[in-house]
């Protein structure tokens, strides 16, 4: 090399394979994608350029393609650089023994250029491509000579601009040395290639799952009924609230100014026609009632008074406390017809279904509630109720029981006490295909394409020992797996996969507390992706966390209230039972490496 090198590190643009995700910062093997590719650049560059979201520099205009965002990175690179190394941040086994094979390829002489014909067959190359181990070139792995990849730049800036080119523009027509450089050249550009290249981070499900998992169809139920399902559409007004004028208290409708001549019966709630005032008269009215025409205003009994002197009606009188104060509720109040009043995304609890009632609406769209049936696993494992002393070996179902109330938090409908599957390959088979007869998780029908279990909740069977039957079922049964361990603790080992015939399993580990954190948080994940629920991450901060993270793993930890608004955190916990649940309402998530400032997500398990 006679010049300088320098490297232009292109962090990743929408990421529409990834949802929407920052691909630079997704954790492969433990370590940021951005973070191995620009330590394997700058041991064979003088100088390092990022380009795109959150770079040194950034396309113009954003997001206008890999092409533009080249340019933008040689006109940051300093005018000593004399060779270019080009390349993507999805490339998690990239390492610097790659990049000098590259530039060593550079300088050799045309004969040695290896792969396909070119163009011209002879003069100096322009670039020296990777070629991946399936043979593919890899137009973001590559060496240029930068006055040739200025030339090129500048001949595709004349014919028809840089954004939107696809990045194998740039090689058309240039001599190339290509060099098989085998794994090093691997692309991660979806989530099913970051998961199958081992556990992801923690802060990464969501996002896996929701591109991983299709979401349920959407149905119409009657509000009441459509409790617990996420709104698949806009919770739209079909009346207003009120949907008349009425009365928000006991007291007396009136018309005109005061005093006021009491005429008529009382106006009671339900009263269809209630008739009209003139100007000076008044009627009792009751709270809820409707307001008769030709009122002004209504004002409750503490704020008039009423007297009689035999001779004629009853005359009511504005105390001096009525004085700018209004009971009556005019039509559309609280919301018009065709107001908003919840958006996609949102829980239907309670109250909202209640509201949704009162704006008239007799069904509502709706994604869930997802249903459920858990399944444990392990044939050491005896029902919850059975009685002392046990046979050597056996251990009482001690989580089992339990997971249905940490479900229904974490957003699921589940049904039934728990089923239990034998470790046998024959059971778990049945198990995963749903077949009749296998009780917990078959796909019975109970209306057209409706299965009565959205998830199979298993408990057990997610590790990779001799009785540990999943991995082989899900895989003979054709199904997808969308997640395959987290790197967390406790609650590393498990998977989420989706089923041929529609359902979802949800795999957690065999150990109650492990369990238990791996429901309330994935299960959670596993809720929001079938539903499309949005909910936001309560946060808090806990003093001295800097001693409880981990690096290169997230912790799930038991959290209780300090009694200050706080909370505490229990550093050490065991995960063979859940004594160290006890008394602590919430999990706290403490992220990968956390610093003594970074805030926790608090959880809510039961």
Same mark, same amino acid.
């Given at each position: 090399?006679?010049?300088? +090198?320098?490297?232009?590190?292109?962090?990743?643009?929408?990421?529409?394979? !990834?949802?929407?995700?920052?691909?630079?910062?997704? $954790?492969?093997?433990?370590?940021?994608?951005?973070?191995?590719?620009?330590?394997?650049?700058?041991?064979?560059?003088?100088?390092?350029?990022?380009?795109?979201?959150?770079?040194?520099?950034?396309?113009?205009?954003?997001?206008?393609?890999?092409?533009?965002?080249?340019?933008?990175?040689?006109?940051?690179?300093?005018?000593?650089?004399?060779?270019?190394?080009?390349? $993507?941040?999805?490339?998690?086994?990239?390492?610097?023994?790659? !990049?000098?094979?590259?530039?060593?390829?550079?300088?050799?002489?045309?004969?040695?250029?290896?792969?396909?014909?070119?163009?011209?067959?002879?003069?100096?190359?322009?670039?020296?491509?990777?070629?991946?181990?399936?043979?593919?070139?890899?137009?973001?792995?590559?060496?240029?000579?930068?006055?040739?990849?200025?030339?090129?730049?500048?001949?595709?800036?004349?014919?028809?601009?840089?954004? *939107?080119?696809?990045?194998?523009?740039?090689?058309?027509?240039?001599?190339?040395?290509?060099?098989?450089?085998?794994?090093? #050249?691997?692309?991660?550009?979806?989530?099913?290639?970051?998961?199958?290249?081992?556990?992801? $981070?923690? +802060?990464?499900?969501?996002?896996?799952?929701?591109?991983?998992?299709?979401?349920?169809?959407?149905?119409?139920?009657?509000?009441?009924? $459509?409790?617990?399902?996420?709104?698949?559409?806009?919770?739209?007004?079909?009346?207003?609230?009120?949907?008349?004028?009425?009365?928000?208290?006991?007291?007396?409708?009136?018309?005109?100014?005061?005093?006021?001549?009491?005429?008529?019966?009382?106006?009671?709630?339900?009263?269809?026609?209630?008739?009209?005032?003139?100007?000076?008269? #008044?009627?009792?009215?009751?709270?809820?009632?409707?307001?008769?025409?030709?009122?002004?205003?209504?004002?409750?009994?503490?704020?008039?008074?009423?007297?009689?002197?035999?001779?004629?009606? #009853?005359?009511?009188?504005?105390?001096?406390?009525?004085?700018?104060?209004?009971?009556?509720?005019?039509?559309?109040?609280?919301?018009?017809?065709?107001?908003?009043?919840?958006?996609?995304?949102?829980?239907?609890?309670?109250?909202?279904?209640?509201?949704?009632?009162?704006?008239?609406?007799?069904?509502?769209?709706?994604?869930?509630?997802?249903?459920?049936?858990?399944?444990?696993?392990?044939?050491?494992?005896?029902?919850?109720?059975?009685?002392?002393?046990?046979?050597?070996?056996?251990?009482?179902?001690?989580?089992?029981?339990?997971?249905?109330?940490?479900?229904?938090?974490?957003?699921?409908?589940?049904?039934?006490?728990?089923?239990?599957?034998?470790?046998?390959?024959?059971?778990?088979?049945?198990?995963?295909?749903?077949?009749?007869?296998?009780?917990?998780?078959?796909?019975?029908?109970?209306?057209?394409?409706?299965?009565?279990?959205?998830?199979?909740?298993?408990?057990?069977?997610?590790?990779?020992?001799?009785?540990?039957?999943?991995?082989?079922?899900?895989?003979?049964?054709?199904?997808?797996?969308?997640?395959?361990?987290?790197?967390?603790?406790?609650?590393?080992?498990?998977?989420?996969?989706?089923?041929?015939? *529609?359902?979802?399993? !949800?795999?957690?580990?065999?150990?109650?507390?492990?369990?238990?954190?791996?429901?309330?948080?994935?299960?959670?994940?596993?809720?929001?992706?079938?539903?499309?629920?949005?909910?936001?991450?309560?946060?808090?901060?806990?003093?001295?966390?800097?001693?409880?993270?981990?690096? *290169?793993?997230?912790?799930?930890?038991?959290?209780?209230?300090?009694?200050?608004?706080?909370?505490?955190?229990?550093?050490?916990?065991?995960?063979?039972?859940?004594?160290?649940?006890?008394? #602590?309402?919430?999990?706290?998530?403490?992220?990968?490496?956390?610093?003594?400032?970074?805030?926790?997500?608090?959880?809510?398990?039961?």
């Amino acid at each position: 090399m006679t010049g300088a +090198a320098g490297a232009i590190v292109l962090t990743g643009g929408r990421a529409s394979r !990834l949802g929407g995700a920052d691909k630079a910062g997704i $954790a492969v093997a433990g370590r940021p994608m951005l973070e191995t590719v620009v330590r394997a650049a700058a041991a064979v560059s003088d100088a390092v350029v990022t380009v795109g979201p959150g770079g040194d520099t950034c396309e113009e205009p954003p997001y206008s393609g890999p092409v533009a965002g080249i340019a933008a990175g040689l006109a940051a690179l300093p005018e000593r650089v004399d060779l270019v190394v080009v390349v $993507a941040c999805d490339l998690p086994d990239l390492d610097d023994d790659t !990049l000098h094979a590259l530039v060593a390829a550079l300088g050799r002489p045309t004969a040695e250029s290896t792969g396909r014909p070119t163009a011209e067959s002879t003069g100096r190359p322009a670039a020296a491509l990777a070629v991946d181990a399936g043979g593919r070139d890899q137009y973001l792995l590559a060496v240029w000579h930068r006055p040739a990849l200025a030339a090129r730049l500048d001949a595709l800036r004349r014919f028809g601009g840089l954004g *939107g080119r696809p990045v194998r523009a740039l090689y058309d027509d240039e001599v190339l040395t290509r060099v098989s450089v085998g794994a090093p #050249a691997r692309d991660v550009d979806t989530w099913a290639e970051v998961v199958a290249s081992g556990p992801i $981070a923690l +802060a990464d499900v969501r996002a896996a799952l929701r591109v991983g998992l299709v979401p349920l169809p959407a149905t119409a139920r009657p509000p009441l009924a $459509a409790i617990g399902g996420v709104l698949a559409a806009p919770l739209v007004a079909a009346d207003p609230m009120p949907r008349e004028p009425v009365s928000a208290m006991d007291g007396y409708a009136l018309a005109g100014p005061g005093p006021w001549r009491l005429t008529g019966p009382a106006l009671r709630a339900g009263t269809s026609a209630p008739g009209g005032l003139v100007a000076g008269t #008044a009627a009792p009215i009751a709270t809820g009632a409707l307001v008769p025409v030709g009122s002004d205003r209504v004002l409750r009994h503490e704020l008039v008074e009423v007297t009689r002197d035999g001779s004629g009606p #009853a005359v009511v009188t504005a105390l001096p406390g009525a004085a700018g104060q209004d009971d009556l509720r005019p039509a559309g109040e609280d919301w018009a017809a065709g107001r908003e009043l919840a958006e996609a995304g949102v829980t239907l609890d309670p109250a909202l279904s209640s509201a949704a009632l009162s704006a008239g609406l007799t069904s509502v769209m709706v994604r869930g509630p997802v249903r459920a049936i858990v399944v444990t696993t392990g044939d050491e494992v005896l029902p919850a109720d059975t009685p002392s002393p046990l046979p050597p070996g056996r251990i009482r179902d001690t989580v089992g029981p339990l997971l249905g109330g940490v479900l229904a938090r974490a957003g699921f409908d589940c049904a039934g006490p728990p089923g239990h599957c034998p470790d046998t390959i024959d059971a778990m088979d049945r198990l995963i295909s749903g077949a009749a007869g296998t009780g917990a998780g078959s796909a019975h029908e109970v209306g057209p394409g409706q299965p009565t279990v959205d998830v199979i909740v298993l408990v057990g069977a997610t590790g990779r020992g001799v009785a540990d039957h999943l991995r082989p079922a899900l895989e003979r049964a054709g199904a997808t797996i969308v997640l395959d361990g987290v790197r967390v603790r406790p609650g590393g080992s498990q998977i989420v996969a989706a089923l041929p015939d *529609g359902r979802v399993l !949800l795999g957690l580990p065999g150990n109650p507390l492990a369990a238990v954190s791996a429901a309330a948080t994935t299960g959670r994940a596993v809720v929001d992706s079938l539903t499309g629920r949005e909910r936001a991450a309560v946060l808090a901060r806990v003093t001295a966390l800097d001693r409880l993270s981990a690096p *290169g793993r997230a912790r799930i930890l038991p959290a209780r209230p300090d009694g200050a608004g706080g909370w505490t955190l229990s550093g050490r916990v065991r995960t063979a039972h859940l004594a160290d649940l006890a008394g #602590a309402p919430a999990l706290a998530v403490v992220p990968e490496g956390a610093g003594a400032d970074d805030p926790v997500e608090i959880v809510d398990w039961i």
